[in-house]
Structure formats: C-alpha cells, structure tokens
C-alpha cells in the first residue's frame, strides 16, 4: 500500500545559509497518527510548511497522498487538509461564513455547502457560536474551528501545527479525543507537530524527533523509551538521612544519575523498587520520599542530544 | 511637590524617548507640518493677489502661522495616541501602580507633548527663515506668538489626553483627531476671516481659533492686535480641558487603567 | 470551481469586512466633502483671480473628494490584504484551490465595490448642492466610470504595498506619501495660476493633477478630449504598473508549489 508522506533528504535553507531543515526522510503510513516532536526552532512548522506545499523545499524531495509536493502542488492541496501554527482566522467573519467560504474554493457545490457547515460545526461543537464573528472567539474555539476548516473537503490527510498550543487543559483533551476520532472512525492519517511530549505520547502511533533539522530518533514512544534504558529511582534524604549510606545502598542496584534534590539511579537489573525498600529498611536509612521515574520522550531526547527538550528552543526562522 | 515633579519627570522623559528614538513616530510629526507649509505657502501664493487680501508680510508667514498653531495643535494629539497606545499595552496600569501622584501622569504627558512640540516648531521655524520668510513682529511679538502656540500644544494634548483616559482603546483616535480638525479649519486657514465665503464666515467668527491665528498673524506682523483676548481665550481653553484630562484620568484609574 | 466564481466569494468577503468595519467607509465617504467644504469655504475668494476658470469653487473642487475618496479606500483595503498576510490567513487560502489572480481580482473587486459607491454619493451630493455639470448627465457617467478606473489603479497599489510588506503598519505608512501626490498639484489652484515655479512644476510631474483636471474638465469646462485622454491615459497606465507589480509581489508572497 502507497505510503500516505514519503520523504527523502528534504532541506529547507534561508537566506543567510540558515538550515531549518536539514535533510530529513520519514515515512507516515495511512490511517498513523505521526508525532513530530521538537524544541522551538526545530524545523517542524518548516517541514510541514513544504509538506503541505506552502514552501518549496531547497532540496529533497517528498510524496503526500501519493503526489509530489514540487510538481503536484494542486494535487497535494486537494488531498490534505491543515490547521498551522496560526489559527489564521477572519475576525471580521462569523464561524459559519469562514466555512462557506472555505467550502466555496474547495468547490463544494453550493446546495451541499450548508449541510456540510452545520455537520462541521455540531462536530466541534460551535453550532451555537457559528454565527458569531471569531472576533468574539476563545482560543480554544479558535482552534476547533481551525480543525473543522481543514477537514472541510473530507481530507484523506491532516496536519496539525502546534494544535493545542496555548489551550487550557478541557480545550486540549477535546482536540486529542478528535484527532483520536477521526483516525478510529475516518481513517484520515494525521502528520501532528508538537513541543509537548505528553501529547506526543498520548496522541502518536509513531514519533518522529527533530532537533536543528535532522531527526534524531524515531519510532513508537514505547520503543524509543525502551531504546534509552530502564526506569530510574530517586530518593529524596528526610531530616537525619544519612546520604553517603544512601547512596552506597541505591549504587548497588544501578549507575548514579544527576539529581538536583536527591540520589537517583538508573536500575541496571540487579532489582526492582521492592528491593530498594528492603535494602533501605534494612539499612534503617529512612528517606523522605521515592520516587521512581519511567523514561520519558525528554529522557530519549536528553540521551541523543544531550539537552532537555523542555526550554531548549530557539527562534525558527519565518518562512520569506 | 517633590513626588509630583518626579513622576512627572519620569513620564515626560520616557514620552520624550520614545518620540525621538522611533522613527515612525518622530518622523510624521516633523514631515507633517512642513509638508503643510510647503504646500499652502507654496501652492497658494497666488492667493496673495485676490482682491481684498491684505497681509503686509507676504503670503508665507500668513500660512506659516498657521502651520505653526497647527503642529503644535496636533503634536498633543499625537501624544494622546501614544496614551492611546499605552492603555492597549496595559502599561498605563505600570504607571498608575508606581506613580504616588497620578497627576504627574498627566504632567508629564503634557510636558512630553511641548517638548516634541518645540522640536518641530525649532524645525519649521528654520526652514521659514531659510525661504525668505518676511518678519515684521519685533521679539516680544515673536515671542507672545510662540507663547500662544504653546497654550494651543496643552489644548491639543489635554483634549486628547481626556479623550484617550475615556475611551483607553483605538477607538480614541478619530474622536481626538476629528475635533482637533475641523476646529483648525473652520478657521481662516487660506485667506483673512473677512474674505471667508458666507457660512464658513459665520463659523469662523464662532470659532475660538480664528482669534488665535488672526492674532498670532498680527504678531508676526508686527502689528499685534486682541492678543489680551487671544491669551485670555487660549488661558481658559487650557483651564476647561485641564478639567476635562483631570477627570478622564479619574475614570480610568475609577475602570483599572 | 473556476476563476469568476472564485473572484465572487474573495469579492464578497472584502466587501462584507469593508462592511463590517464603519470607520473604513462612513469616513471616507464623510471626510473629503467636509474638506471640500472646508476649502470652498475658504479659498472662495480665489475665483476673483484674473484667469481662474470657474466663477464656483465648489464646482472647481469638486473632483478633490473623488481622489482622496480612492485614497481611503486604497489603504483601508491594503491594511486589510496585509492583516490577512500577518495572521496566516493567506496560507489558508493557499491551500484551497484559490487561483493567485482570484485573490488579487477579489480583494480588487471589493476595492472597486466601495470606490463605485463612494464617487455615486460624491456625484449625488455635487448635484444636490447645485453643482452644474458643463458636460451634462453623460459627463456625471464619465465621471463615475474615470472615478473607479482611478479606484483601481490606486487599490492596486495598496495591494502592492500589503504584498510587499505583509505589515499593516506599513501600508498605512503609504497614506502620508498619498497625501503628499495629492497636494502637490493642481488641486487648489490651476497650474497656471501656481506662482511658485518648484511647486507648479511639481504639480506639473505629478500625475494625481491630471487625474484630478480629467474630472475637473467635465464639471466645468464641457468635453475637453486633451484633458479626458490625460486622465483616462495615466488612470489606465497606473492601473497596468500596479496590476502587474502586485502581481509579480502577489506570486512572491504565495511561494505554493
């Protein structure tokens, strides 16, 4: 079965010879849910502004819905629908004209075009917003009324730039349980940048990760978590610990890790958590707190770039 | 006294500041005015030649004073756009918060206004004289002329300033800007208010501003006549739009800022 | 879907923003006259002048609101066109299968919608007041049809400008350098009658003075053929450099494959 994104050794350069994108190849099957993980700066909102043909690539080359993005631009855009960094919306028309609108250029025919708005707007839940100017909108409304845009022309693909960005935590989980949705239900296959690695988590069969144009790993979050080792315990001394014990106790069952509030170790399989409390029980080392830390995305993205992905980002450069 | 004149200080210099380090704002207030003066001066001299026009200086101080009152008019509007601007930002509230004497907000608006004021009236002046502008006023007139424009700089910017405490959005901006307008020019902008056509003759001699540029015409000519009544017109004008800015700022710091 | 239907629906929505925003369109159609009464008002007197060539200023002026009327309505439309670059919303039309030259048609198309019915109500209120058109009901048509070819030709650099910068501000930067083409020229005075030699020739350069004498000629003069092939040659000259310099900056901004 074709391959709903192909791409091979995309680049993106800017004037100056800034890379954005510096050559990357991933592959998105029909019916994923791909997580594009990154710190600012990192080349996603790039990579999807070639994807969906906004911005030819500098080199590379890259195939959507099975048409090239170079040489079949309009075929691209039919397949695909959007919802980038910006809501980009009108704040001069109502919810329901935007759709209109956009149901227009798609060449909709005219006695479908409502039905279709009014579906749209019930499945975001704006039916009684829709005839109120965006002016007027949250965020959070803001952004379900992107989504309903982009699905307008029943897209076989979706891509999500950022989506939930700035929305408070009840936005965040309704846009989630949609994506969830309209992968189960409607097979669309959806191509998800994000800076959170909880949604990334949550939302993506795959994960790609992006630091300074290149993909740094990839695969499911299970595997790549998997990939950079075993859980960590860290304790936390109390009044009265006797640290030096501590920590010969905890080195025994694994190597020292960096902690700024106590000692952690990487377990190595010499035992779990119940016998790190056995140990210390037996030792009387009294702890105030234990914690134990499964890896997480930032703990993959630490172990191949040697930064966090949490605050390591940099401006990424506007598209000319 | 002493925190009255140090919020005001503050507020001024910062005003001061930002007028003269951003070229979007420095500039249109400078270009403006000569841009005027250039092209009533320069475009109308012919309008010295109509039959009953009689200015003994010429044509181009006729129009230079009123250029002149003009700038100095909307250089306190201008400032009261960047009131305006400083109620979007919220920093109107930094100032509210930190000033122990919120008048000096005011003041110091005001005092920011004169100064952007005098560097464009120094400028336009300067270029009157390198165009051969003709001067029959001796100092003092010169000077009670300059006084004058700068009563009409705290009208402008006072009137403003109420209106931006008011309305504390964009939508200030055509409200001060309009009035400031239309009172400039139902005035004897081209010609002397007796070779006005009929009804704008009649709104002229209504219009407190006629007697502010007919007297400041007649010291630049040399020959000042109801200049008690001009200061005392523009002294109260100033009086009545303290009183409208006092309150403005007492609504809003009443809204938040 | 093809280009005319995709012209409609961009049309339609610049026209409904147009709608939707008051200022953008009771101010232009409220300004310019108040202006022209102002300076018929005051420069009244100037037909006393040996040579000037109407006995009513106000049928003399009356082109002046035709022009500054496509003025406002050039920037308020390219601040529109810019706003739609800065909040992305380009890019959401460039994903649809909007042809290029349907969104510069389309935000034409709105330019042109208000620009017709801005040069109707100046030409209603001309009439209205008395104006006496020398070359009759067909010149008041010619009138209309030069008023929005002049619409366009000024939109389509506003558009020029919105693509180029994709910044509000910097559109609405343009107004001053509009109003600078509009007065320096022949729209006080006849060049004939400029005296000062660097602004008659100024305005003789400047070709906003044969739009404005193109408009002018019909009012007061009758058919004057030299005067309609100036007005309607540089309004269909400035429309073509426009047209094609926004569009050439048009496939710039939309770097789509």
């Not at chain 1, 930064?307 to 506007?318: A, F, I, K, M, Q």
């Not at chain 2, 009261?80 to 509230?93: A, M």
């Not at chain 2, 206004?113 to 390198?130: C, H, K, Q, S």
């Not at chain 3, 108040?34 to 109407?54: D, I, K, R, Y």
Request: hydrophobic share 50%.
């Amino acid at each position: 079965m074709e391959r709903a994104i192909e791409v091979r050794g995309l680049v993106r350069e800017f004037k100056g010879g800034i890379k954005a994108v510096a050559g990357i190849d991933l592959d998105v099957e029909p019916g994923e849910i791909y997580g594009f993980l990154g710190p600012n700066g990192a080349g996603k909102s790039t990579t999807v502004h070639m994807l969906t043909t906004l911005l030819p690539p500098t080199a590379g080359s890259a195939r959507v819905g099975g048409f090239d993005i170079v040489k079949q631009g309009p075929e691209v855009r039919r397949t695909i629908g959007a919802a980038l960094q910006e809501a980009a919306l009108d704040p001069l028309l109502t919810g329901r004209e935007h759709l209109k609108l956009q149901l227009a250029l798609h060449g909709i025919p005219r006695h479908e075009r409502l039905a279709r708005a009014d579906e749209l707007l019930e499945r975001v839940g704006l039916r009684l917003a829709a005839d109120r100017k965006i002016g007027g909108y949250s965020g959070g409304m803001k952004r379900r009324l992107d989504l309903a845009l982009a699905l307008a022309h029943h897209p076989r693909i979706l891509f999500l730039d950022e989506p939930t960005t700035g929305l408070d935590i009840q936005s965040r989980t309704a846009l989630w349980d949609e994506v969830v949705r309209l992968k189960r239900d409607d097979g669309v296959t959806v191509f998800l940048t994000t800076q959170y690695l909880e949604e990334a988590d949550v939302l993506a069969d795959r994960v790609g990760i992006i630091d300074h144009g290149r993909i740094v790993a990839e695969g499911t979050p299970a595997v790549l978590k998997a990939e950079i080792g075993r859980p960590t315990i860290e304790a936390l001394p109390g009044d009265g610990t006797d640290s030096e014990m501590l920590e010969r106790i905890l080195c025994r069952f694994g190597a020292l890790q960096p902690s700024t509030a106590g000692v952690a170790v990487r377990l190595d399989g010499q035992g779990d958590l119940a016998d790190i409390v056995r140990a210390l029980d037996a030792a009387e080392v009294r702890v105030a707190d234990l914690h134990l830390h499964a890896p997480t995305l930032d703990d993959v993205f630490l172990a191949k770039t040697g930064r966090s992905l949490e605050g390591s980002g940099e401006e990424e450069p506007e598209p000319e | 006294m002493r925190q009255l004149v140090s919020v005001t200080n503050a507020v001024a210099w910062r005003m001061l500041h930002n007028n003269f380090t951003t070229p979007s704002l420095l500039i249109p207030g400078l270009v403006f005015p000569l841009f005027f003066f250039t092209a009533f001066a320069g475009g109308l001299s012919r309008v010295n030649d109509v039959p009953g026009f009689r200015f003994p200086v010429g044509y181009t101080a006729f129009q230079f004073v009123f250029v002149l009152l003009q700038s100095a008019a909307f250089a306190g509007v201008f400032t009261g756009f960047g009131i305006v601007r400083d109620f979007e930002s919220g920093f109107i509230r930094r100032l509210m918060l930190a000033a122990p004497d919120r008048r000096g907000i005011l003041l110091g608006y005001t005092l920011g206004a004169l100064g952007r004021w005098l560097v464009t009236a120094t400028v336009l002046t300067t270029v009157a004289v390198v165009v051969g502008m003709q001067v029959g006023g001796n100092g003092v007139d010169l000077f009670a002329l300059y006084a004058l424009a700068v009563l009409v700089n705290f009208c402008g910017l006072l009137w403003s300033a109420g209106v931006a405490m008011r309305l504390r959005s964009l939508q200030a901006g055509p409200v001060m800007q309009l009035p400031v307008f239309l009172c400039l020019f139902f005035a004897p902008v081209f010609v002397p208010v007796s070779l006005l056509a009929g009804w704008l003759q009649v709104i002229a001699h209504l219009n407190p501003v006629t007697l502010l540029l007919e007297s400041g015409r007649s010291m630049i000519a040399g020959d000042p006549t109801h200049v008690a009544a001009a200061f005392a017109a523009a002294l109260a004008l100033v009086a009545a739009f303290s009183v409208w800015a006092v309150r403005g700022l007492r609504k809003a710091e009443a809204a938040g800022g | 879907m093809n280009l005319a239907s995709q012209v409609f629906y961009l049309g339609r929505r610049s026209v409904i923003r147009i709608l939707r925003q008051p200022a953008n369109w009771v101010f232009p159609l409220i300004f310019p006259l108040a202006l022209m009464a102002v300076n018929t008002g005051g420069l009244h007197a100037a037909t006393n002048l040996p040579g000037f060539p109407s006995d009513s200023f106000l049928a003399f002026f009356l082109a002046f609101p035709f022009i500054q009327g496509a003025l406002f309505a050039t920037v308020n439309a390219g601040v529109d066109l810019a706003r739609d670059i800065q909040t992305g919303f380009l890019n959401r039309l460039a994903l649809t299968p909007m042809r290029s030259g349907a969104l510069l048609a389309g935000h034409l198309a709105g330019v042109i919608a208000v620009g017709a019915v801005q040069a109707l109500w100046y030409l209603t209120v001309g009439i209205v007041v008395g104006v006496r058109f020398e070359s009759g009901a067909l010149g008041a048509f010619v009138i209309f049809v030069l008023a929005v070819l002049i619409v366009f030709a000024f939109g389509s650099f506003g558009a020029l400008a919105a693509l180029r910068t994709g910044s509000t501000e910097a559109v609405h930067s343009l107004f001053p350098l509009f109003f600078v083409f509009l007065f320096i020229s022949s729209m006080n005075l006849p060049r004939n009658l400029i005296e000062t030699d660097w602004f008659r020739i100024a305005a003789s350069l400047n070709p906003v003075s044969y739009l404005i004498e193109a408009i002018r000629s019909l009012v007061i003069e009758g058919w004057n053929a030299e005067a309609l092939a100036l007005g309607f040659g540089i309004a269909i000259t400035l429309s073509i450099v426009g047209l094609t310099l926004s569009s050439l900056a048009l496939r710039g901004r939309m770097s789509r494959t």
